[in-house]
């Protein structure tokens, strides 16, 4: 299996200049973070944080720290409202299938939008097939925004759990979110409204008050922590039954030994998160309006996929490129150094594009031909020159490989 | 995104990926053929000259564009260069696992592309014969796995266009 890995990588080799926009996908961890992390290897913490021993309560004082500080800037919540799973994609299944499992005998709707990740749609879709619940996926429109209207047709009596993104992990649409929750708290108060705010923690607001939600979902990687660690959010009196069995310790909900140098590394990429918000922001919107304006001006037949407005999040690009497939290009862009990822059919598992842009619209020859860039405080304007530079000759020459033409 | 898949695609998929051989249309082509659709994600046009010998006809020429990945741009030179200077007889006995073996064994997953490929090549070499009046002994009336898998993959896309059209129609 290696053997063939390695050979491609030796055909690869090293391109002299490397700009890394697959932050949707993983992403490096910084030093600063890596710092932090490695004494839990080997020199604190090493123990289990739910045995009474020095190294177990030093492993148990990183997991509260790390429950704090990610409680602060979610809206002050109780830190105990906060429970450290291995990833957003379980985080996700903790919310919908624990929900569901904890209320099976009652069973119901569960309400989902059409452009949610996977982790969110695949459970709900799971809980429908198994546990007897009725799973309903709300549309979406070209922008990838909810209508209040057509959510209220979707919300009724019947609905016990809805579970719509913040900000949309493909396109970037920050969705409006506590106007979702208003109607359906209106039909009924108790339905549960869960967020996968993946991708709108560090971006935009996400207080759990002010939104009014009852579960949320943080991964850490998005955010240029640690992969393998993120959390849910579960407001105090919501009751949830863990999908995963086996021997507790902290979390009640999520068995198995908890993860502490992960954990500790999730805690330091918050606080930097935290520290200059909004002047990060504006620096990385500032360089996605250039990598979106000089590649819709310097190369012919594109579409932006997501809203080109205030709805859109500042870190997010996502560009189809006509007569081009995506899975070619993102392959010519990494022999070029250029690092990102496309929701093209050709590298699914199914053989099927984007079920996000075929929901805003997009013909699957679109969908195929997206690539999708995420920005952060790492990136310099001469990685976005770069881009520019190499990007119009990478699609020029698939272009001018392929039958398909203008 | 969607559901992901790893894919540790051959060094020769890569080089031919980067150095595609006989890419490009034929002036004097004999045969022109396509195989696949944008929607599909993956097209294969292929260009074959034909030259009449005693033994039988001989591909002189063969060359090809393709939109698609890596796997298939790789998989449509390579059957290229396995056909040129091949009876038809003897182009037609080549089979997508052949292609795929060329390039080193594709993954599962993009064994459609070899598919894709050889399927062009076949619906070429019964069209050239068609366009002739022809039936050789040896070309078959029954389709073969890879023409009946790519008509397959392109209804599979017309299919769901027509179901969207229906879907529009009913709420307009």
Known sequence: ?406 | MSSRIPLPYSPKVLELFRNPRNLGPLEDADVVEMAGSPACGDMIKLYLKIAHMEDGDYIEKASFESYGCAANIAAASIMTELIIGKRLEDAWRISWKDVSNELGGLPPIKYHCSILAVGALKRGIRSYYRRLGIQPGWLPKDLTIEEKQVIEEEKLMERYYRSMASLDANQG
């Not at chain 1, 979106?292 to 080109?308: A, F, R």
């Open chain 1, 1 to 406: 299996m290696s053997g063939r890995v390695r050979e491609l990588l030796r055909f690869h080799g090293n391109p002299p200049k490397e700009v890394y926009y697959d932050i949707e996908n993983s992403g490096f961890v910084p030093k600063e973070v890596i710092d932090v992390m490695l004494p839990y290897f080997n020199s604190i913490g090493y123990g289990h944080p739910a045995i009474t021993h020095k190294p177990g309560w030093e492993a148990l004082e990183a997991i509260y720290e790390a429950k704090e500080a990610l409680a602060r800037t979610i809206g002050n919540v109780d830190p105990e409202e906060i429970i450290f799973t291995h990833s957003g994609t379980e985080s996700n299944n903790l919310a919908i299938l624990g929900y569901a499992l904890r209320n099976r005998a009652r069973r119901g709707k569960i309400v989902v939008s059409s452009i949610e990740h996977l982790s969110v749609v695949f459970p709900a879709q799971h809980a429908s097939e198994l546990l007897g619940f009725k799973a309903v996926l709300v549309p979406v429109d070209d922008n990838g925004l909810i209508d209040p209207e057509v959510f209220k047709a979707y919300v009724d009596r019947e609905t016990v759990l809805v579970s719509i993104q913040l900000v949309n992990h493909e396109i970037g649409t920050i969705q409006r979110l506590r106007e979702l929750v208003d109607i359906a708290k209106d039909v009924n108060p108790d339905i549960v409204f869960h967020t996968d705010a993946a991708d709108a923690y560090g971006w935009v607001q996400v207080d759990v008050k002010k939104l009014n939600v009852d579960m949320m979902t943080i991964s850490s990687h998005k955010i240029h922590g640690p992969r393998g660690v993120g959390a849910l959010y579960v407001r105090s009196g919501i009751e949830l039954e863990s999908p995963l069995k086996g021997q507790l310790s902290v979390e009640r909900l999520w068995p198995g030994v908890e993860n502490i140098p992960l954990i500790a590394g999730f805690k330091k990429a918050v606080e930097i998160t935290f520290n200059g918000f909004d002047s990060r922001i504006d620096y990385v919107r500032r360089l996605r309006d250039k990598l979106i304006k000089g590649i819709t001006s310097t190369v012919p037949h594109t579409l932006v996929n997501g809203p080109l407005n205030e709805y859109r999040v500042a870190n997010n690009a996502n560009i189809s490129f006509l007569f081009v497939e995506g899975e070619a290009l993102t392959i010519e862009l990494s022999l070029n150094g250029i690092y990102v990822s496309s929701g093209s059919a050709c590298s699914s598992r199914v053989l099927e594009p984007s079920h996000v842009l075929l929901a805003i619209g997009r013909k699957h020859e679109e969908a195929h031909g997206s690539i999708l860039f995420k920005l952060t405080r790492y990136h310099k304007e001469e990685d976005v020159d770069y881009t520019l530079e190499v990007l119009p000759k990478a699609v020029e020459r698939l272009r001018a490989v392929s039958p398909w033409k203008p």
